[in-house]
């Protein structure tokens, strides 16, 4: 599955927005979900968004430590 980047980043901001500093355990939840149920593309998906998410969230700890 090949998702445009602007999508995950939107969903993955949207997830950090929604759960701060809990937005990776809940893709990871949602991960998990995905994977128990055998829909494989959606959790590729849903990786992407992972790495989204832990991306921008160590940017801006970055950001906050200057």
Same mark, same amino acid.
């Given at each position: ?6 999508? &995950?980043l939107?969903a993955?901001?949207t997830?950090?927005? !929604?759960?701060? +500093? #809990? @937005?990776?355990?809940? &893709? ?8 128990? !149920?055998?829909? +494989? #593309? @959606?959790e590729e ?7 989204a ?7 801006s ?6």
């Open positions: 599955m090949t998702t445009d980047k602007k999508t &995950v939107r993955a901001q997830m950090i927005d !929604r759960f701060g +500093h #809990e @937005a990776l355990a809940e &893709v990871d939840l949602r991960i998990a979900e995905l994977r128990g !149920r055998g829909q +494989h #593309e @959606a998906l849903w990786t992407e968004i992972r790495d998410v832990m991306f921008l969230t160590s940017k700890d970055k950001e906050t430590k200057h």
